[in-house]
């Protein structure tokens, strides 16, 4: 009998399907055209949009490696669009160039600070805007290289900018991470997440070591440290005058890790509730009421609550004897106690 015919192979991803994606974003059809048949004889996947609100869309559902963005443009202006790109997390990532006419000092700052990386000016050449291409698209490749091994080895990291608090670039499990612990979205990071580092920054400024943020929920625990400032406040002194500690970005590295095991024994062992398990467990790594509370999300006087149950379970009268015992009985605590 002959052979059933192959089925035909399903077509590829957009974004694979004839090299890296371009969304050029212009209401000029003059424009669109020339940069096209320059990208696709360059062997780039192109798409346009002629609005704003096109241009969010097609970003967001095609995630191209570059955003060609006119700065100029009816209704919605290419400097909110890029506002808007960068304040999502499915696109922030993605480098944004900015085509104008305009080269005043004033609008080439304003195109920086709505995102971009870098602008060309009209009228266009193909070769120059084909340099930059190949520049800025290079290097966001190499950072999703970068961010997706660092999540493969299990190390999430974000960046995080001092004064405002605003999430500069996050890796996939960061995000993840951070909505799980704190409810997180969007480019804002978390209000705990900002003030610690306010307060680590102003303690590295004058010489103190940072100390990790810490958070838990149930057997899970979260540990965000704070590794280094990056850009051009990393070369200078926090104590340099000409500085300014509110621009500082701050890299930092968070990791999870489980104790559901050891909560568990705490439980079985010494009769305790879910939540006095959990106070217990930060108690005996030294904690105080006020750090317990602020991991467990609750109150002082609320952990001080917990332990006042939690000492004539265990046959202790003091925090200290509570800790030493726990260190004693429960296997596997002095390991978890990095």
Known sequence: MPSEPTPPSPPAPLAHAAGEVVLIVDDLPDNLSLLHDALDEAGYTVLVATDGPSALQRARQARPAIVLLDALMPGMDGFEVARRLKADPATAAIPIVFMTALTETEHVVAAFGAGGVDYVTKPLQPREVLARIGVHTQAARLQRQARNALDAFGHATLVVRAGDGRLLWQTALARSLLRDYFGSEGSAAPVPL????????????????????????????????????????????????????????????????????????????????????????????????????????????????HMEHILPKLGVETRTAAAALVLARVPGFGASRG
Not at 234 to 261: K, M, T, Y
Request: zero cysteines.
């Open 194 to 305: 900002i003030d610690w580092l306010r307060s680590q920054a102003a303690g590295v400024a004058r010489g103190e070591p940072p100390q990790p943020l810490v958070s838990a929920r149930g057997g899970r625990r979260l540990t965000l440290a704070l590794h280094a400032m990056t850009g051009e406040l990393a070369e200078r002194s926090l104590g340099d005058e000409d500085s300014d500690p509110d621009e500082a970005e701050w890299l930092i590295v968070a990791s999870e890790s489980d104790d559901a095991a050891v909560l568990e024994s705490l439980m079985g062992q010494f009769k305790l509730t879910a939540r006095e398990a959990e106070v217990l467990y930060w108690v005996a790594k030294g904690k105080t009421n006020r750090d317990v509370g602020d991991i467990l999300g609750a109150s002082p006087r609320t952990v001080t609550k």
